[in-house]
């Protein structure tokens, strides 16, 4: 993932021989377990493997990113996998190889997926200039299944119901 221009500071000026450094260690393959996607390589994913691009499609003149519409009228989506430097901690000034991971742009996005959440509310309570009723920040589950919300905090009695009727109290 790019570094934001606001963050560049944070890292060392030796950041791009620390980011080859870290490739060569995993082979130019994802490091998360039983990934093993090349940098740059094409290819899909299917059932959350990762399946290089076959021969036939190669043969064929598949070359890019790209979608596929298939003869059972599914599509599948090419993609380039580019490998990340992922920080386990999200500090970048932390660059011990302990604390470094080469990931493909998937299991990146997954595994920032709770820090994600968490800065984007530090940022837009930053810059709607308002504070929190409660004054806690997201709780540590939010974000753990994308897609998912937190209620934000509300004390619900039993007796409340949601807007489909269910008894909250009754959890």
Request: charged share 25%.
């Amino acid at each position: 993932m790019p570094i934001r221009p606001e963050n560049k500071h944070r890292y060392p000026a030796d950041w791009q021989a620390i980011r080859v450094r870290i490739l060569e260690r995993a082979g130019y393959r994802c490091e998360h377990p039983g990934c093993q996607a090349r940098h740059r390589q094409l290819g899909y994913w299917r059932d959350d493997k990762w399946v290089p691009l076959p021969r036939a499609l190669r043969d064929a003149g598949v070359d890019k990113p790209t979608v596929i519409a298939c003869a059972d009228g599914s599509m599948l989506k090419v993609i380039r996998i580019v490998l990340t430097i992922a920080h386990l901690d999200h500090t970048p000034e932390h660059c011990d190889e302990t604390n470094l991971r080469a990931w493909c742009q998937r299991h990146h996005l997954r595994y920032d997926a709770r820090h994600h959440v968490a800065t984007a509310w530090r940022t837009r309570h930053a810059a709607a200039g308002t504070g929190d009723l409660f004054g806690a920040e997201p709780s540590a589950h939010a974000g753990a299944h994308l897609g998912q919300t937190a209620l934000g905090g509300q004390a619900l009695l039993s007796g409340q119901s949601d807007r489909a009727g269910v008894d909250l109290g009754a959890a």
